[in-house]
Nanobody, 116 residues
Framework: QVQLVESGGGLVQAGGSLRLSCTVS????????MGWFRQAPGKEHEFVAA????????YYIDSVKGRFTISRDNAKNTVYLQMNSLKPEDTAVYTC?????????WGQGTQVTVSS
């Protein structure tokens, strides 16, 4: 069925930028609303950002507003998370999520580490 593969994580210094990508295979991408979540060791799984099926609506958790931008390219079956002005507290495993009207699907995650 549907598979999600994230990429783009890495180690950056505070104030730096990364762009995460999540490519979906197996189903028609435009069916899915897409989102990004994150989890740091010892912390709860946390919603970060989401984008609607057509890309016309987006939502962000307050702590990343103005710094992160979610976007999607339905022709490439890919959702992106552009992360600017990164802070050490952004350090986490970032996981891609796809949801239709019934089911949720998850990728395996990509590590983002921000050093001070």
């Amino acid at each position: 069925q549907v598979q999600l593969v994230e990429s783009g994580g890495g180690l950056v210094q505070a104030g730096g930028s990364l762009r995460l990508s999540c490519t979906v295979s197996g189903r028609t991408f435009s069916i899915y609303a897409m989102g990004w979540f994150r989890q740091a060791p010892g912390k709860e799984h946390e919603f970060v950002a989401a984008i609607s099926r057509g890309g016309g609506n987006s939502y962000y958790i307050d702590s990343v507003k103005g710094r992160f931008t979610i976007s999607r390219d339905n022709a490439k079956n890919t959702v992106y998370l552009q992360m600017n002005s990164l802070k050490p507290e952004d350090t986490a495993v970032y996981t891609c999520n796809a949801r239709d009207y019934v089911d949720n699907f998850w990728g395996q995650g990509t590590q983002v580490t921000v050093s001070s």
